[in-house]
T-cell receptor, first 114, second 115 residues
Framework: DGGITQSPKYLFRKEGQNVTLSCEQN?????MYWYRQDPGQGLRLIYY???????QKGDIAEGYSVSREKKESFPLTVTSAQKNPTAFYLC?????????????FGPGTRLTVL | AQSVTQLDSQVPVFEEAPVELRCNYS??????LFWYVQYPNQGLQLLLK??????LVESINGFEAEFNKSQTSFHLRKPSVHISDTAEYFC?????????????FGAGTRLAVHP
């Protein structure tokens, strides 16, 4: 089945630790995205990548880092510099044909800082 | 830049009643609009989208949305809801930023269907 997988589903982190969230897609999509979801705030874009070895900051990139070494993979690292990392993180992918492209979402990772 | 406003954070409704979830966007020359649904602890799924053509778009599970350019709205409706429609619904608009196709999301509307 084609789709997007995220792991782990739940992640607990101690303050001061970096953690990496995995995102893999087998839809052959060029573009991939990371969003953060907080209650009552909708989705906010952290980073996006339109092509391998290239990525851009979104609206709330501070305290996060990404890499795009393979078309299928777009891992997100939440660094210790992120002051309030507890949230639900969603990865998405899409083709790059135009503005009407649908973004397809993974099941999400819930990160909790202890 | 585009923005999206979902006017209701929560909408309670009884089963088999009609429902409308409201969405307004900031004006633009051309817009592409989306409704996504999120069930508890899951990712988002596309419900329907408007790109061009008929202003009324429908989903396979009975929802429909109407693009109204004069009122800059894209409200989502269903004539008779089921318990299984309980979820959070997000309206989104597509925007171009430095050649990148970006989705701007509203804050979401939580639909609670009661028996």
């Amino acid at each position: 089945d084609g789709g997007i997988t995220q792991s782990p589903k739940y992640l607990f982190r101690k303050e001061g630790q970096n953690v990496t969230l995995s995102c893999e897609q087998n839809l052959n999509h060029d573009a991939m995205y990371w969003y953060r979801q907080d209650p009552g705030q909708g989705l906010r874009l952290i980073y996006y990548s339109q092509i391998v070895n290239d990525f851009q900051k979104g609206d709330i990139a501070e305290g996060y880092s990404v890499s795009r070494e393979k078309k299928e993979s777009f891992p997100l690292t939440v660094t210790s510099a992120q002051k309030n990392p507890t949230a639900f993180y969603l990865c998405a992918s899409s083709t790059q044909r135009g503005r009407g492209d649908t973004q397809y979402f993974g099941p999400g990772t819930r990160l909790t800082v202890l | 830049a585009q923005s999206v406003t979902q006017l209701d954070s929560q909408v309670p409704v009884f089963e088999e009643a009609p429902v409308e979830l409201r969405c307004n966007y900031s004006s633009s020359v051309s817009v592409y609009l989306f409704w996504y649904v999120q069930y508890p602890n899951q990712g988002l799924q596309l419900l329907l989208k408007y790109l061009s053509g008929s202003t009324l778009v429908e989903s396979i599970n009975g929802f429909e949305a109407e693009f109204n350019k004069s009122q800059t709205s894209f409200h989502l409706r269903k004539p008779s809801v089921h318990i299984s429609d309980t979820a959070e619904y997000f309206c989104a608009v597509s925007d171009l930023e430095q050649g990148y196709n970006k989705l701007i999301f509203g804050a979401g509307t939580r639909l609670a269907v009661h028996p």
